[in-house]
């Protein structure tokens, strides 16, 4: 008999996300607990800087974020989704404030809000430029405070899922972790709900924002129980990351007045013509192209970067909202930031797509859920507004938590799954993608016999992992995941970047698929149980090679330019071809393309959002 942990509600991952999920759960009744391969408070949402937006003040409205976040999403973006995530954000924040977030506040104590790209209205709130840091201990309280078990350092790596040939009818029962501590592989049995809540994947790119941990766990897994994934080719690059790093310097300094400068002194973004309206503050994806097209026609300094200067803020302004990036630019890149420009780039920074989930958080899969940046619910379509992901995990976290814990939220306007009605496609792949390579499809349950009884799902699991583990640790002299992720790393920031063109995407392809092949030989050199790092890597690893090639393949398909995405073949978005979400089925790995409508119906009749040209 397998040692089987049983709690109501599983949440998976313990950022922001994660842990207000928890708190809705509890707060619905429900023995909640949390798997989190790191402690609560080491998530990366505590390196989040600027903020959070929500329409708060006299003069704001949700109706204007909900028309910012669509148009920033250059019409990919679900209505229903938009709107509930601008209606909720105000409440959600109260939230936080009453429950002691030391939110930045004006000389009358009402909470500070700063200018944001892409926004019509001033409607950032933040904390310093240390939002995330604040809002993972102040949600931490609160778990602390309710008794929520928190299962820390313990590395989920398989979901325990029925195996009914039609993914809309499976039901998730749980997961299985390894006790990164010991080494122990265990099955935590869910009576009520799983909640995904495992952040991003900036980890299949090697210049990114993200911390090692951000490694596309969640997707891949419920990718692989049939899940579909959803509009994976919209990545965020950020434009101001330090170049030698890759750690973020917030959009709060260009929202305070923070300027860019190209090698010739010019403040491009208004001398280019790239943002004659808005500058430094249009939306992130037309600033990292324009940086990137200053740089590639030989205004770049060193070839590589572009100025960022704060030092006209005055030292005053700088240290009371942004001291935490003085330590960044000297830290990082030894750059005094109150006496020179500093150098930036743009870097990967956060997935749009993921997890296809409603407005409840719920897959197609019975008891799964998934809320923050591992889902897509589609809130940012394709292209995210900055200060629009805080909001996202305490609105979306909180309505998967609930939803989970059994209560009743009413009936989502988002459909999920897939529908007779839907538009299937192929791409012109250079490689065979009817084969999951030699890589074992861990997809559902064993491949045994049906199974049904939840328990005998979770031990079924279990004894799957054991047996990966086992495998993975006997084989002797195989190839090290290292070498197999930083090829994949380097072909995806070579080839599916801010620009993307066929030959490139092809290329990745490539060699994600010979990455693959490579994988089936993988072999973990610690033989240790004891915080075995290569092992944990190694698995994560395998989770980086799924996502990297959905990403891929997404960006292959779609035959147009739309928010994040751009394709040198294709240079106007395409709204009567492609106003569609990509849609990604596992299909035992051999992944299977359709689409889905976008829904663009807002609650009532003046909130219909007609696709417009997207300026700033
Ligand atoms: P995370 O906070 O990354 O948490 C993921 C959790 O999942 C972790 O607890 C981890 O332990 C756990 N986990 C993952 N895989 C597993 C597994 N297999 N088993 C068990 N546990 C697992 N957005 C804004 O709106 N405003 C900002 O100012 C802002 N600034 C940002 C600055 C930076 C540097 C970055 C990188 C992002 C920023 N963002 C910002 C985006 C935003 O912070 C993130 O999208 C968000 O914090 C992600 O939160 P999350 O809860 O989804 O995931």
Same mark, same amino acid.
């Given at each position: 008999?397998?040692?089987?942990?049983?709690?109501?509600?599983?949440?998976?991952?313990?950022?922001? !996300?994660?842990?207000?999920?928890?708190?809705?759960?509890?707060?619905?009744?429900?023995?909640?607990?949390?798997?989190?391969?790191?402690?609560?408070?080491?998530?990366?949402?505590?390196?989040? &800087?600027?903020?959070?937006? $929500?329409?708060?003040?006299?003069?704001?409205?949700?109706?204007?974020?909900?028309?910012?976040?669509? +148009?920033?999403?250059?019409?990919?973006?679900?209505?229903?989704?938009?709107?509930?995530?601008?209606?909720? !954000?105000?409440?959600?924040?109260?939230?936080?404030?009453?429950?002691? %977030?030391?939110?930045?506040?004006?000389?009358?104590?009402?909470?500070? @809000?700063?200018?944001?790209?892409?926004?019509?209205?001033?409607?950032?709130?933040?904390?310093?430029?240390?939002?995330?840091?604040?809002?993972?201990?102040?949600?931490?309280?609160?778990?602390?405070?309710?008794?929520?078990?928190?299962?820390? *350092?313990?590395?989920?790596?398989?979901?325990?899922?029925?195996?009914?040939?039609?993914?809309?009818?499976?039901?998730?029962?749980?997961?299985?972790?390894?006790?990164?501590?010991?080494? &122990?592989?265990?099955?935590?049995?869910?009576?009520?709900?799983?909640?995904?809540?495992?952040?991003?994947?900036? @980890?299949?790119?090697?210049?990114?924002?993200?911390?090692?941990?951000?490694?596309?766990?969640?997707?891949?897994?419920?990718?692989?129980?049939?899940?579909?994934? =959803?509009? %994976?080719?919209?990545?965020?690059?950020?434009?101001?990351?330090?170049?030698?790093?890759?750690?973020?310097?917030?959009?709060?300094?260009?929202?305070?007045?923070?300027?860019?400068?190209?090698?010739?002194?010019?403040?491009? %973004?208004?001398?280019?013509?790239?943002?004659?309206?808005?500058?430094?503050?249009?939306?992130?994806?037309?600033?990292?192209? !324009?940086?990137?097209?200053?740089?590639?026609?030989?205004?770049?300094? =060193?070839?590589?970067?572009?100025?960022?200067?704060?030092?006209?803020?005055?030292?005053?302004?700088?240290?009371?909202?942004?001291?935490?990036?003085?330590?960044?630019?000297?830290?990082?890149?030894?750059?005094?930031?109150?006496? &020179?420009?500093?150098?930036?780039?743009?870097?990967?920074?956060?997935? %749009?797509?993921?997890?296809?989930? #409603?407005?409840?958080?719920?897959?197609?899969?019975?008891?799964?859920?998934?809320?923050?940046?591992?889902?897509?619910?589609?809130?940012?379509?394709?292209?995210?507004?900055?200060?629009?992901?805080?909001?996202?995990?305490?609105?979306?976290?909180?309505?998967?938590?609930?939803?989970?814990?059994?209560? #009743?939220?009413?009936?989502?306007?988002?459909?999920?799954?897939?529908?007779?009605?839907?538009?299937?496609?192929?791409? #012109?792949?250079?490689?065979?993608?009817?084969?999951?390579?030699?890589?074992?499809?861990?997809?559902?349950?064993?491949?045994?016999?049906?199974?049904?009884?939840?328990?005998?799902?979770? =031990?079924?699991?279990?004894?799957?992992?054991?047996?990966?583990?086992?495998?993975?640790?006997?084989?002797?002299?195989?190839?090290?995941? $290292?070498?197999?992720?930083?090829?994949?790393?380097?072909?995806?920031?070579?080839?599916?970047?801010?620009?993307?063109?066929?030959?490139?995407?092809?290329?990745?392809?490539?060699?994600?698929?010979? !990455?693959? *092949?490579?994988? $089936?030989?993988?072999?973990?050199?610690?033989?240790?149980?004891?915080?075995?790092?290569?092992?944990?890597?190694?698995?994560?690893?395998?989770?980086?090679?799924?996502?990297?090639?959905?990403?891929?393949?997404?960006?292959?398909?779609?035959?147009?330019?739309?928010?994040?995405?751009?394709?040198?073949?294709?240079?106007?978005?395409?709204?009567?071809?492609?106003? +569609?979400?990509?849609?990604?089925?596992?299909?035992?790995?051999?992944?299977?393309?359709?689409? +889905?409508?976008?829904?663009? #119906?807002?609650?009532?009749?003046?909130?219909?959002?007609?696709?417009? &040209?997207?300026?700033?």
């Amino acid at each position: 008999m397998t040692d089987i942990h049983e709690h109501d509600v599983l949440v998976i991952g313990a950022g922001g !996300a994660g842990l207000r999920a928890a708190v809705a759960a509890h707060e619905a009744g429900a023995d909640v607990a949390m798997v989190t391969k790191l402690h609560p408070v080491r998530s990366h949402t505590g390196a989040a &800087e600027g903020g959070i937006n $929500a329409a708060l003040r006299e003069g704001d409205s949700w109706e204007l974020h909900a028309y910012d976040t669509m +148009k920033g999403s250059d019409y990919l973006g679900d209505a229903p989704a938009i709107e509930t995530l601008a209606q909720d !954000a105000p409440e959600d924040v109260i939230d936080l404030e009453h429950w002691g %977030m030391p939110f930045s506040r004006e000389e009358d104590g009402t909470v500070s @809000q700063r200018p944001f790209g892409g926004l019509s209205f001033a409607r950032t709130t933040y904390a310093g430029a240390e939002t995330g840091h604040h809002l993972l201990h102040t949600l931490y309280e609160q778990v602390v405070k309710r008794g929520i078990t928190v299962y820390d *350092e313990w590395y989920v790596t398989r979901l325990a899922v029925t195996d009914e040939d039609d993914p809309a009818d499976r039901t998730c029962h749980g997961v299985v972790a390894i006790d990164v501590k010991t080494g &122990e592989v265990a099955g935590f049995r869910a009576t009520s709900g799983v909640i995904l809540a495992t952040g991003g994947l900036g @980890q299949a790119f090697d210049h990114t924002t993200n911390a090692v941990s951000c490694t596309g766990d969640g997707p891949a897994m419920a990718y692989r129980v049939g899940v579909p994934l =959803e509009d %994976m080719e919209f990545v965020q690059f950020h434009p101001t990351t330090l170049p030698s790093t890759g750690v973020l310097i917030s959009e709060g300094v260009r929202g305070e007045g923070g300027i860019l400068y190209n090698a010739e002194g010019e403040r491009f %973004m208004f001398e280019g013509g790239y943002a004659n309206n808005d500058g430094e503050l249009a939306s992130r994806d037309v600033v990292s192209r !324009a940086e990137l097209t200053e740089i590639n026609e030989g205004r770049g300094i =060193e070839d590589e970067y572009v100025h960022l200067d704060m030092r006209h803020l005055g030292e005053e302004r700088i240290v009371d909202r942004l001291e935490n990036i003085l330590h960044l630019a000297a830290d990082f890149e030894g750059v005094d930031g109150l006496e &020179e420009p500093m150098p930036v780039k743009p870097g990967q920074h956060y997935e %749009m797509g993921g997890i296809e989930v #409603d407005e409840n958080g719920e897959t197609v899969i019975d008891g799964l859920y998934a809320a923050g940046e591992c889902a897509c619910v589609s809130v940012h379509g394709s292209n995210r507004l900055g200060g629009n992901a805080l909001p996202e995990l305490i609105v979306f976290g909180k309505r998967a938590g609930l939803a989970a814990a059994g209560g #009743d939220l009413g009936e989502a306007d988002i459909p999920t799954g897939r529908h007779d009605e839907f538009e299937t496609d192929s791409i #012109d792949s250079p490689v065979p993608l009817g084969e999951a390579g030699s890589l074992d499809d861990e997809a559902v349950a064993d491949g045994g016999p049906a199974l049904s009884d939840a328990d005998s799902v979770v =031990e079924a699991a279990v004894e799957a992992e054991t047996g990966r583990v086992e495998t993975l640790m006997d084989r002797e002299d195989g190839v090290n995941h $290292a070498e197999i992720r930083a090829e994949v790393q380097r072909t995806m920031t070579e080839n599916v970047n801010v620009f993307r063109e066929a030959p490139g995407l092809k290329r990745a392809l490539e060699d994600i698929r010979a !990455a693959r *092949e490579r994988y $089936a030989d993988v072999s973990v050199d610690d033989p240790s149980r004891t915080f075995n790092t290569d092992l944990i890597q190694t698995i994560e690893t395998r989770n980086i090679l799924d996502v990297a090639e959905a990403i891929t393949i997404g960006a292959l398909a779609r035959e147009e330019f739309r928010g994040a995405h751009w394709r040198a073949e294709f240079q106007e978005r395409r709204d009567e071809e492609w106003l +569609k979400h990509t849609m990604l089925a596992w299909n035992g790995g051999s992944p299977d393309l359709y689409y +889905k409508p976008v829904d663009l #119906d807002g609650e009532n009749e003046e909130h219909t959002y007609e696709p417009k &040209e997207r300026s700033y």
